[in-house]
């Protein structure tokens, strides 16, 4: 991001000495420049957030290895020390224009606070289990990052969110109900993106609702759950394609919202044709599999000259049902050297295809 806000520097000037734009436009250019370079996440800002992350858990180990050592009252006024310095500190350093430090030290707080919950539950025998301690160390990582406007720390709530999803969607603790409360802690976390200005929150929270429906048809196994989010995500394609500008101003996705549709599409497909693979007709899996490949063509042709992570889910989408086109119908006319051969031979249609279609993109940019 820097290069590149440097080169536009320099064409900015260029284009001001050569006539072609004027003071103001200049210096409208420079601003916007200036204002999208501050929010871009620099390889300093990821090395100071993982070595908070690694000084948070150096803490909280160091307490936990010397917990019997250390007086009850004490254990408490330490960890709460943690969590105040971390939060205070890191604003007062934002305040000093050291973004980086200072959310850094935000993410200790949060860690902190998580390490807090279990540390002082085990200590005062308090009830409870671990995915309530989970959602405890959630809501209050969501309020800190909606009182102090951090980007960080929503994403780091959004990820407590799927720790807590995929441990009670996979049954880890044990005869524990199906998450369904993650309908609506998503529904407040994107909320909350807007106000902190978080678009990899609300990247991570779309990918999490998807995995949360699939999670929800290896539940049920019904179809109830794959066609909704087939048929919404082809009206979200369709919007996103058709409507691109006022659908990233309400959404503010960065004009990625066709790839998230794609991914949904996929996902919803493939459920759908696993509920069908068993079955001893395979019409029904033949028209499902041909709607795949159709709606993959189409997002290409539509928005893969747009975007490159597009292109590239749907090639992999379309190995897939390579893939499983074989499995479930050509199985039973194939031995294991046709299987080689079939697999060589789809591969290199697939190898084909995708450079076609790069180099027509490349053509047309």
């Known amino acids: 991001m820097a290069n590149y806000s440097s080169r536009v520097r320099t064409d900015i000037a ?22 999208n370079e501050r929010k871009s996440l620099s390889f300093g800002s990821i090395l ?90 959630g809501a209050g990582t969501a309020l800190a990052a909606v009182a102090l406007r951090s980007n960080p720390l929503t ?26 409360l993650f ?34 048809f290896t539940e049920h196994e019904t179809l109830q759950v794959a066609v909704p989010l087939i048929v919404v995500s082809t009206l979200l394609f369709a919007a996103a394609i058709f409507a691109a500008g006022p659908v990233d101003r309400i959404l503010q996705l960065g004009g990625r919202l066709p790839l998230h549709a794609l991914i949904g599409f996929l996902s919803g497909l493939a459920m759908v044709q696993f509920e069908l693979a068993g079955e001893s007709n395979n019409s029904a899996f033949g028209i499902a599999s041909a709607v795949a490949l159709a709606g993959i063509v189409a997002a290409i042709v539509l928005g893969g000259r747009e975007s490159r992570g597009l292109r590239w889910v ?30 060589a031979v789809l591969l290199g249609l697939l190898a084909l295809v995708i450079l076609r279609v790069e180099k027509r993109m490349r053509a047309r940019a």
């Open 183 to 216: 309908v609506v802690v998503a529904s407040v976390l994107f909320a909350i993106s807007f106000w902190t200005r978080s678009q990899a929150a609300r990247h991570l929270i779309i990918l999490s609702v998807i995995f949360y429906l699939v999670l929800l």
């Open 48 to 137: 100071a957030m993982m070595a908070a992350l690694l000084f948070g858990a150096a803490v909280l180990i160091f307490v936990a290895a010397n917990w019997e050592a250390i007086p009850r009252l004490a254990r408490v006024a330490a960890l709460f020390a943690i969590i105040l310095a971390g939060y205070v500190g890191g604003g007062a350093l934002k305040t000093r224009d050291h973004a980086a430090i200072g959310e850094a030290l935000w993410i200790i707080a949060a860690a902190a606070f998580g390490g807090s919950i279990a540390l002082i539950g085990q200590m005062y025998h308090l009830s409870g289990d671990e995915t309530s301690a989970l959602i405890t160390w």
């Open 314 to 343: 749907a090639y992999a989408g379309f190995a897939f049902e390579l893939a499983i086109i074989y499995v479930v119908m050509l199985q039973s006319m194939l031995d294991t050297a046709g299987f080689f051969l079939a697999a």
């Open 155 to 180: 994403v780091a709530s959004v990820g407590i969110a799927d720790a807590w999803l995929f441990l009670r969607g996979f049954d880890y603790f044990g005869h524990a109900e199906f998450p369904h």
């Open 14 to 35: 260029r284009w001001l000495q050569a006539d072609l734009i004027d003071v103001s436009t200049a210096d409208v250019l420079t601003r916007d420049v200036e204002a």
